[in-house]
């Protein structure tokens, strides 16, 4: 079992977009907000092993504008990096390594990604030592 999950991520993503933009709703799950509003998501997840139960991962989240104006997806986009550079000054073990930010497409509203760098830990399995034959004793 890894120690940080994309769950866990995305509630620290979803809280920091909260903090900085109260008034832009964050979109999860149900019905979409008729106004303008964020909805972020898992884009990627590559997890490089670097020993026995030690893993380097880089997730990268998209954080889409859907239904705002492009001139407040502009101007949003320093924003967010500053949103997400906050959840590092939290104390949480993870790191922005890359931000970027794209106009929309056709009816895609503006796409920031950010790449997250996170070691992970997987909980360590007790081993069960090997029994040892005394004299005398055959295996079967």
């Given at each position: 079992m890894l120690i940080m999950s994309v769950q866990q991520l995305r509630n620290?993503?979803?809280?920091?977009?909260?903090?900085?933009?109260?008034?832009v709703p964050v979109y999860v799950s149900g019905e979409k907000p008729q106004a303008a509003y964020?909805?972020?998501?898992l884009i990627s997840a590559t997890l490089d092993r670097q020993r026995e139960g030690r893993y380097?991962?880089?997730?990268?989240f998209?954080?889409?504008?859907?239904?705002?104006?492009?001139?407040?997806?502009?101007?949003?986009?320093?924003g967010l990096s500053e949103a997400l550079a906050s959840m590092?000054?939290?104390?949480?073990a993870f790191r922005v390594i890359r931000q970027a930010w794209e106009a929309g497409a056709e009816?895609?509203?503006p796409l920031?990604?950010?790449?997250?760098?996170?070691?992970l830990q997987t909980a360590a399995v007790e081993k069960v030592p090997m029994g040892h034959m005394t004299g005398g004793e055959r295996l079967k």
């Open positions: 620290h993503i979803n809280a920091a977009l909260g903090r900085y933009f109260p008034d964020f909805e972020p998501g380097l991962a880089v997730y990268r998209g954080i889409r504008y859907e239904q705002g104006s492009r001139l407040n997806a502009e101007n949003m986009a320093d590092e000054r939290e104390g949480e009816g895609k509203g920031f990604t950010a790449d997250f760098m996170i070691y």
